[in-house]
Structure formats: structure tokens, C-alpha cells
């Protein structure tokens, strides 16, 4: 009996080994299963519960917008009309290359819901030149020479939003053209209407119905 | 070596009790093959509940001549097999009377094959314990640290050359850079890291880290200044890096990305679509200086939503 039990202690205990030895295996093998899951789920970042972005995206597609929701897009237009300043003022640069000089029209171009906009040049109270904005920045896209670039200044506001019969809102931004120190020209007195329209846009297969802030007619006033 | 000519009678006596249950076996008990090894195990289970292993017959039995006798428990097995009480008895009526020698060489025997699989199972716990051991005083006792940096969108190495300022309290900085797979080493840091990091058409960062139980190697991702990066293609002149820029940013948005722009109060300024934003991003003007991305979600690998203000 004791040789008996002797060998199944024996025996006892080389399944007690052969166990060890499978949960090591089996611990190191979960423990790289969960690094790798862990790994897998930061290479993806597949976020795909936007409640955030639902919120936002009614502040576009609403029909009604509140006061502080105009203001937003006020502000925008200002930022609109620097941004389309800074469009001329790189196309002024006669140094880069065509294509580049192309590509910032057709940038400078989007900012514009109309492309028949008109762009007046008035000379003591005489309007001197009028053109479209397409012409305007095609005529740029041709020059041979540097032209004048400018900072925008913005001027006391005295344009409240207006609505118009389609929904839509337009108000009138006073600014001054000012020339940069390096280039030589004439300051211009100037105005801009900015218009908040409700706009189809694409968004891959979608398409979307949204407020969208763009630049209209813009009036340049010198006496020079 | 009495014991020894002892248990070769054993083997004898094993074989012909094996003969009288299998009489047409004719061969040795050396001969033993998986059939007989199996018959003869059958045959110890049936009369002493106890059985011996192939291994173990193998190890032993096979042998026509023996280096050591096996374990004295499995010896008393297969002696009252045979009918006896056990080894000592079996030894009492086939062995000459026993030495001091033959006294002693069973004990230290059983004393070795006891702590046999004990040590296997010893030294595998120990060698995992020191292999561990050894991780943690290695993480530990390292005093060299890598970072490495890598674009924050693309998330491929900087490989251009960056510069790292080391700041540490009462000493000028230091000045390292980066070898060409974008990383640096650093050793001998006491109290906490400090480090300013320049890189080619890279926001400027500043990284703090404890060094304590730290990995020895981190990643940093480091953010594109657009607006720097625009202003150098464009000075450059070349419309392809532009395009090559514009393909770039192609492959990190989704097709119907949703790109808010928020003011101060996150309230909605502008929403673009992927074409409008790439537009944005690669000309070079003032706002572009000024965005902060505020939130960038990815839907398999790609941006399908980013909040930013500027």
C-alpha cells in the first residue's frame, strides 16, 4: 500500500508540474492576447458616437438662429474678409509659380457665394473701375508686376443684420485697406456686404443644407 | 554492485513471471517493445494496483547492464509483484548478507530520484522568478532613456533633424538632436526631465516627464505647424510639394468628413467639407497660424470629425 501511494504521489506530482507549466503557458498567452487588444484599440481609434457633433451640426442646419449663433457668424465674416486679403496679398507675390498663383484664386474664388460679385473702385465719388470678382482676380493672376499688399483695418460698425425674404441674413462690414510698409500704393475707405445663406454642401455621398457665411460686393473709396 | 547483480535476478524473475501469463513470449525482458511493456503494466495493476511507467522501463529494464538501481519504492513494487515483501526481503533470499556499502547507495538513490522532478519544477519557477526579477531590476536600474517622435497625424517617424534643449535646474541647457530615426538618448537625469522640442515645420513642444518606474523608450508625437510648413512650400515655389501635401492630408480624412470650425464659445462659425479644409490648410495665411484643434475623432483610421477654433 505505501509503494502504492508512494506512486501515485509520483504521479501526483508530475501532473502538478505538467499543470504549472500549461498555466504559465496559458498566463503568457492571455497576457498577450490583452497587450495586442489593447495595442489594436489604440491603432484604431474608432470613435464612433459623435453626440457632440450632432449638437453642433444643428447650429448649421437649423432654421432659426439665436442672437449669440449670429454673432458666431458675424465674426466669421471679419475673419472671411482678412482671409480673402491675405489671398491678394500672396497673389501679389508675382515670384510664384503660376500654378501655385492659380490655386490661390480658385481658394480666393470660395470665399464668394456669387462669383459675379462686383469689386468698385471709386475715385473722389466716381466709380472708376467695376468688375466681377472672377475678372478682378484673373486680371491679378496676369500681372507681371508686384502689386500693392495691404492690411485690413476694420472701421466702426454702423450695419445692423438684415434678413431677407428667402431667410437669409446680409449686413455690410466698413473696413480700410492700408498698405503694407513694403509696398507702395493708396489707402482705400472701403466696405463689404456679407451674407449668411443657407447653402447645399457635400460631405462625401451626403449633401448637406447649412449656414454658411460668404463675401459679397466690396466697394474700394480713395481720393487719390 | 551486490544490488546490482540483485536486481538483474529481478529482471529474470520479472520475465518469467511474464512468461507464465504470456508463455508465447520467447524473447528477453530486454526485447520488451510497447506490446509487452503494456502487458506487463496490465499485469502489475491487476495484482499490486501499482504500475510502472515506459519511460521507466525504458530507463531501466532495456538496459542489459545497469549504471544505478531504481527508485527503492518502485523496487518494493515489483517485488511483491513477484511475491515477496519487498526489496529488502527479496535481497534477504537471493543476496549474500549486506555490506555498509550496499546499505547506503539505496538512500542517497532514493533521496535523488525523490528530489528529481522537485528540482525541474524548481529550477522552472526559479528561472521564471529571476527572468523576472531581472525585467524589474533592468527597468529599474536603467538610467538610459530613448524618446523617439513621430507626426501626430501621420504617425510615421520625424525623421528630419530635431533639437532637443535639456532644462535642468542650475545648469545652462543642454543641446541634443535626434539620430535619423527621429530619437535621442539620455542617462544620468536626476529630479524630473525637461526638454524644449524644435523640429522643421513642427509646433514647438515642451515635454515633462518623471523619470521614475518609466519605460526606458517613449514616443512623442509632435504636431505639424501648417502654416510654417505652407509658407516654405510656397517659398520654395513648387507646386508638386504642394500637391504632395495636399494627397497627404487626402489619405487622413474620411471621404465625408465634418470639419467645425467653433468661436470662443464653441458655438458653430463654419462647417467645411474634407476639400474646403485641405484648401485651407495649404495656403498660407495668417489664421493658419492660429488653429487649435479642439477635438479630432477617426473612424478606421481616418479623421471623420475635427472641432477647431481660430
Request: charged share 25%; glycine share 4%.
Amino acid at each position: 500500500m505505501i509503494v502504492g501511494r508512494l506512486l501515485v504521489c509520483d504521479l501526483d506530482s508530475k501532473k502538478k508540474n505538467n499543470k504549472m507549466i500549461k498555466s504559465i503557458i496559458i498566463l503568457i498567452f492571455l497576457l498577450g492576447l490583452s497587450w495586442n487588444s489593447v495595442q489594436g484599440q489604440a491603432a484604431e481609434q474608432v470613435q464612433v458616437e459623435r453626440p457632440d457633433d450632432i449638437r453642433l451640426e444643428q447650429n448649421f442646419t437649423q432654421s432659426e438662429l439665436s442672437v449669440f449663433e449670429l454673432n458666431a457668424f458675424k465674426e466669421r465674416g471679419n475673419q472671411k474678409l482678412n482671409d480673402f486679403v491675405e489671398h491678394l496679398n500672396l497673389l501679389a507675390d508675382i515670384k510664384l509659380e503660376q500654378a501655385i498663383r492659380e490655386s490661390i484664386v480658385q481658394s480666393a474664388l470660395q470665399f464668394f457665394n456669387n462669383q459675379e460679385s462686383l469689386i468698385k473702385t471709386i475715385v473722389a465719388d466716381k466709380v472708376t473701375q467695376s468688375e466681377t470678382i472672377a475678372d478682378y482676380l484673373n486680371r491679378l493672376l496676369k500681372d507681371k508686376k508686384n502689386t500693392t499688399t495691404f492690411t485690413v483695418e476694420q472701421l466702426p460698425q454702423n450695419s445692423s443684420m438684415q434678413k431677407d425674404d428667402n431667410g437669409d441674413w446680409f449686413w455690410d462690414i466698413q473696413f480700410q485697406l492700408l498698405p503694407t510698409k513694403a509696398t507702395n500704393g493708396s489707402a482705400f475707405f472701403a466696405s463689404v456686404t456679407i451674407f449668411l445663406i443657407k447653402t447645399e454642401k457635400k460631405f462625401g455621398s451626403q449633401t448637406k443644407s447649412i449656414w454658411q457665411v460668404f463675401l459679397g460686393d466690396i466697394t474700394l473709396n480713395t481720393n487719390e | 554492485m551486490q544490488e546490482m547483480a540483485g536486481f538483474n535476478i529481478l529482471k529474470a524473475q520479472l520475465l518469467q513471471k511474464y512468461r507464465e501469463q504470456y508463455p508465447g513470449w520467447e524473447g528477453s525482458i530486454h526485447d520488451f517493445k510497447g506490446k509487452q511493456i503494456a502487458n506487463f503494466q496490465d499485469l502489475m495493476l491487476n495484482e499490486v494496483g501499482g504500475r510502472v511507467s515506459e519511460k521507466w522501463f525504458y530507463t531501466h529494464i532495456k538496459p542489459r547492464e545497469n549504471n544505478k538501481l531504481p527508485r527503492i519504492d518502485t523496487l518494493d513494487m515489483l517485488c511483491t509483484f513477484l511475491g515477496y515483501q519487498d526489496w529488502e526481503d527479496f535481497k534477504y533470499q537471493h543476496l549474500p548478507p549486506k555490506t555498509k556499502e550496499v546499505e547506503v547507495a539505496p538512500q542517497v538513490e532514493l533521496v535523488a530520484e525523490k528530489k528529481k522532478i522537485p528540482y525541474q519544477l524548481i529550477g522552472l519557477l526559479g528561472g521564471l522568478i529571476l527572468l523576472i526579477a531581472m525585467s524589474f531590476l533592468w527597468l529599474n536600474a536603467s538610467k538610459d532613456f530613448e524618446f523617439c517622435f513621430v507626426d501626430a497625424d501621420l504617425n510615421t517617424p520625424i525623421t528630419d533633424t530635431i533639437s532637443i534643449s535639456i532644462l535642468q535646474a542650475n545648469e545652462s541647457p543642454r543641446n541634443l538632436q535626434t539620430d535619423r530615426n527621429g530619437c535621442f538618448q539620455i542617462s544620468d537625469i536626476k529630479g524630473p526631465l525637461v526638454f524644449i522640442v524644435k523640429a522643421p515645420y513642427y509646433k514647438v513642444d515642451t515635454i515633462r516627464r518623471q523619470l521614475k518606474n518609466r519605460s526606458p523608450k517613449e514616443i512623442i508625437k509632435l504636431h505639424l505647424d501648417d502654416y510654417a510648413l505652407m509658407i516654405h512650400l510656397f517659398s520654395t515655389g513648387k507646386m508638386e510639394d504642394i500637391q504632395k501635401r495636399r494627397r497627404q492630408l487626402d489619405g487622413m480624412f474620411a471621404a465625408e468628413a465634418q470639419i467645425f470650425q467653433v468661436d470662443q464659445n464653441h458655438l458653430g462659425m463654419e462647417l467645411y467639407n474634407k476639400e474646403e479644409f485641405i484648401n485651407k490648410l495649404t495656403i498660407p495665411i495668417n489664421s493658419l497660424k492660429d488653429i487649435e484643434v479642439l477635438d479630432t475623432k477617426y473612424d478606421s483610421g481616418k479623421i471623420i470629425s475635427l472641432r477647431f477654433r481660430q
